[in-house]
């Protein structure tokens, strides 16, 4: 079984600062996913990486896969409130198309 | 659009007790899943539909049985409900496979087991 860690768990922070978000894996995987989840809701797609070491921004949010695409981080510019929830990242195997391994999942909280 | 759409949104069972969640969908996705989320586990694949006519087991399966209505629906159904399957359930859904195709959620089952 594919494993992928979280870290931090939970992160706490106030309003402007920046943060970063790591998932990380022994496994290699040929594309990982983001996503974000607010209270009560299902998990909303953030981004799709595909290529070692690639780069994606999405406004304030950037997000790299690994050279060895075995691990990937999410980096926050300048939080606000609304970027309050739990952050996922899923990881997908070249085995199957449909068998799609998520981490336990960052709870971010952005104090105004 | 709707999107996905689960029924119900709460349900509480006694051990033992049955019943089928209902998930449809009306992005005429290929493919659909039900995860279940669980507190420290994170989000964990029961059964997955590839497409229209099939099923296959995820990481979870035990306890569970799915049916593929037609393209647009996929329920879940626990014949002995057990309190280890207390859980928020989700159902998903992608044009293709998810390396092709973004994952769709629904906004999930809270299923209270006692």
């Known amino acids: 079984t594919q494993l992928l860690e979280q870290s931090p768990q939970f992160l706490s922070i106030q309003e402007g600062e920046n943060l970063t978000v790591y998932c990380n894996s022994s496994?290699?995987?040929?594309?990982l996913q983001w996503y974000r989840q607010e209270p009560g809701e299902g998990p909303v797609l953030l981004v799709t990486v595909v290529t070692g070491g690639e780069v994606k921004k999405l406004k304030r949010l950037t997000f790299q896969f690994g050279d060895a695409r075995k691990d990937s981080s999410l980096h926050i510019t300048a939080a606000q409130p609304g970027d309050t929830g739990l952050y996922l990242c899923a990881g997908g195997s070249g085995g199957s198309n449909y068998k799609l391994t998520f981490g336990k999942g960052t709870l971010l909280t952005v104090n105004p | 659009n709707a999107g996905v759409t689960q029924t119900p949104k709460f349900q509480v069972l006694k051990t033992g007790q049955s019943m089928t969640l209902q998930c449809a969908q009306d992005m005429n996705h290929n493919s659909m899943y039900w995860y279940r989320q669980d507190p420290g586990m994170g989000l964990r694949l029961i059964y997955y539909?590839?497409?229209?006519?099939?099923?296959d087991k995820g990481e979870v399966p035990n306890g569970y049985n799915v049916s593929r209505l037609n393209k647009r629906e996929f329920s879940l159904r626990l014949e002995s409900a057990a309190p280890s399957q207390t859980s928020v359930y989700f159902c998903?859904?992608?044009?293709?496979?998810?390396?092709?195709?973004?994952?769709?959620f629904g906004n999930g089952t809270r299923l209270t087991v006692t």
């Open positions: 998903a859904s992608s044009l293709q496979g998810f390396n092709n195709s973004p994952l769709h």
């Open positions: 496994s290699v995987f040929s594309s």
């Open positions: 539909s590839a497409s229209e006519g099939t099923t």
